[in-house]
């Protein structure tokens, strides 16, 4: 089992900046993955950004590439999720996850089927 709980979500204006924490425990093995998704209102759940606990390789979708950064802390067993020039269509419940058992070295895209209980993100404009 693992459990995920995160923290840092809330509300900025637009081009502002926040941080999200995804604290994990558990079994998680060091060749797992952690990731970030998102789910927007009348909308489908949308992988963000993934990191792999072994060596950091990293995935993000297009919309985050250049304004997002995910990292991990490995002694903390915690992800964070840096969101800069934040704009109002990402407003968003926030999603950590985890794929604690993945073997291959890529990113996982799927597989994830432990969850946090989300945190809202939401931009003005």
């Known amino acids: 089992q693992v459990q995920l709980v995160e923290s840092g979500g809330g509300l900025v204006q637009a081009g502002g900046s926040l941080r999200l924490s995804c604290a994990a425990s558990?079994?998680?093995?060091?060749?797992?993955?952690m990731a970030w998704f998102r789910q927007a209102p009348g909308k489908g759940r949308e992988l963000v950004t993934a990191?792999?606990?072994?060596?950091?390789?990293?995935y993000y979708a297009d919309s985050a590439k250049g304004r997002f950064t995910i990292s991990r802390d490995n002694t903390k067993n915690t992800v964070y999720l840096q969101m800069n020039i934040l704009k109002p269509e990402d407003t968003a419940v926030y999603y950590c996850a985890a794929n604690p058992t993945y073997l291959r070295d890529d990113v996982p895209s799927g597989g994830y089927n432990y969850w946090g209980q989300g945190t809202q993100v939401t931009v003005s404009s």
């Open positions: 558990g079994r998680i093995f060091s060749t797992g993955a």
């Open positions: 990191i792999k606990w072994s060596g950091g390789r990293t």
